[in-house]
């Protein structure tokens, strides 16, 4: 009897804790909101639990371009 082959998944883009994140670009939490309202900066989520994360690929994405300039 043959089993089902299973699909492996690709990971999950880990999320980063908004205070880690902030901690990467080295910026304080008040440049964040002030980016923020200004449109720029990577894009952030709150979660179910209420907690703002930012996806591990948008970070480093937007790391790459802070690099850049």
Request: hydrophobic share 35%; net charge positive; proline share 7%.
């Amino acid at each position: 009897m043959a089993t089902p082959s299973r699909r492996r998944r690709a990971p999950k883009d880990e999320l980063v804790p908004l205070s880690e994140a902030l901690e990467e670009i080295s910026i304080s939490r008040a440049t964040w909101y002030r980016w923020r309202n200004r449109g720029y900066g990577p894009e952030a989520r709150r979660t179910p639990s209420g907690r703002i994360c930012v996806r591990r690929s948008v970070l480093d994405a937007f790391k790459d371009e802070l690099e850049a300039a």
